[in-house]
């Protein structure tokens, strides 16, 4: 650890404490961050019958009656098996990845083993505009056989009335980047977090907790690009999974798909496929599709974009998604293996649109 970085974690850390001097004596007294206590978003999921339904809190209850608590949705098949956890909306003006997770928890049919889903990560940034990043609808909608549904669009970060304490300043932060983007506020810069820390933190902590007391197999996290950028159309993938993802990406070119592969950075850290892999038993990964909302002059519909339509980007995460399982299933035994089946694939969602996914 170089001394920049050692000094601001040592101004970070004592700037939480209030120093009363008796003689000699100097005792240190812990200062609670005061988090709204508000209600979490709902959002339109419509779970198949049998799913059950959680919250995020029930993993840290830290995190109860805060406006970062979520809905966990846990998907059981009939025969025992591995277990598979995907979070969507970990930022939340990453449309395809929370259509995805609700996709799952409306469609997906588990034969063998658990699917676990959160559709909104973080479920205070669906609340937030963030004023640094290009103007998008404050909502989408897309039609169904039960007729027209509408989703809120979020931002990247926790929204700041939320979080508990103000963004560090640059003697506070680990580094410049952590100043400049207000990343104590993004969540996949937390992780594995901290149980009674801000409000970020606490979210971050308690996926962790759930994946390790789920004892998660497979854990996604699902993100969205620039198109035209470095990480569109790729997966990153925990140093220990690296060559479970190779193969399930040589299947996925077989048919066609083609998506990038990269591993997880020992020195970027706070990152969900380095820590939930780090910090659990867990195979972590990321995937990311790209989304035109994040051009510089993005379109004003972010569902019907000609080159990268909503349900094409979806698509292509249930395909990797599945491409991965299968892949994991080649590696272990069949009491461990997991079985997922009812969901459209790419080529059905381009043809025929999200209404074949969602209820």
Partial sequence: ????????????????????????????EPVRLQIPSLRPAVHD????????????????????????????????????????????????GEIAGSVTA?????????????????????????????????PSPKEFKIKTASGVRTFAIGARLTKPEHQGEPDPSAEEAPSPEYVSDNLSRNLDRQYPGKPEGN?????????????????????????????????????????????????????????????KLEESSPNFRGLSHREWGDATPA???????????????????????????LAKRVGIHIETLLAMIDAYNGTVPETRQVEITGLPGLVELTRSGLGQLLR
């Fill in 199 to 259: 409000l970020t933190q606490r979210i971050a902590a308690a996926i962790v907790s759930l994946i390790r007391e789920e004892r998660v197999d497979l854990a996604f996290d699902l993100h969205e690009a620039p198109p035209g950028s470095r990480l569109a159309m790729m997966v990153v993938a925990n140093p220990k999974n690296v060559a479970l993802a190779a193969e399930a990406l040589l299947s996925l070119e077989a048919k066609g798909l083609a998506m």
């Fill in 283 to 309: 195979m972590a990964f990321l995937f990311e599709t790209p989304n035109p909302g994040f051009l510089k002059n993005p379109p004003g519909d972010p569902v019907n974009d000609p080159e990268w339509p």
């Fill in 45 to 92: 999921v419509r779970p198949a019958t049998g799913v059950k339904v959680k919250m995020l809190s029930d993993y840290l209850p830290g995190l109860a009656r805060t406006p970062g608590d979520t809905a966990v949705y846990l998907l059981e098949g009939s025969k025992p098996g591995g277990t598979i956890f995907v979070a969507g909306g970990t930022h939340a």
């Fill in 102 to 134: 609700i996709g799952l928890v409306e469609r997906a049919e588990v034969r063998q083993g658990r699917l676990i889903v959160v559709p909104y990560a973080n479920n205070s940034a669906i609340t937030y505009r963030d004023p640094k990043r290009p």
């Fill in 1 to 28: 650890m170089d001394n920049g970085l050692r000094t601001a974690m040592k101004n970070s850390i004592w700037s939480r404490f209030v120093f009363i001097p008796i003689g000699l004596l100097i005792v240190g």
